[in-house]
């Protein structure tokens, strides 16, 4: 079983940063793709940034390009997320995942096959 554990989440206000972190217990972390979705109140989780195996290729959200960076560590099996210029939008409850093998790289939680508990992230107007 993997287990994913979020953090880094928090309150800021409108064009402020954050980093948020995930750290895995999977030995095989190295040879997965990762990724982060957010899920605000009455909304589906959706796809926020993804990241290849090697770290060599990233996928984002259109509404975050620009503003938001993900990056990893194989070493360390962790997957960062860094958040700048942040918009009262942005805020949920961010999670990391795995990606499924195969499965498209700006695809839906679906494609994913295990998550973090989740980090709160609100920013204030």
């Known amino acids: 079983q993997v287990q994913l554990v979020e953090s880094g989440g928090g309150l800021v206000q409108s064009g402020g940063s954050l980093r948020l972190s995930c750290a895995s217990s999977d030995s095989s972390f190295s040879s997965y793709g990762m990724g982060w979705f957010r899920q605000a109140p009455g909304k589906e989780r959706e796809f926020v940034a993804a990241?290849?195996?090697?770290?060599?290729?990233?996928y984002y959200l259109d509404s975050v390009r620009g503003r938001f960076t993900i990056s990893r560590d194989n070493a360390k099996k962790t997957v960062d997320l860094q958040m700048n210029s942040l918009k009262p939008e942005d805020t949920g409850v961010y999670y990391c995942g795995r990606r499924k093998f195969g499965s498209p790289w700006q695809g839906t939680q679906r494609d994913y096959d295990f998550w973090g508990q989740g980090t709160q992230v609100t920013v204030s107007s």
């Open positions: 990241i290849s195996q090697s770290g060599g290729a990233q």
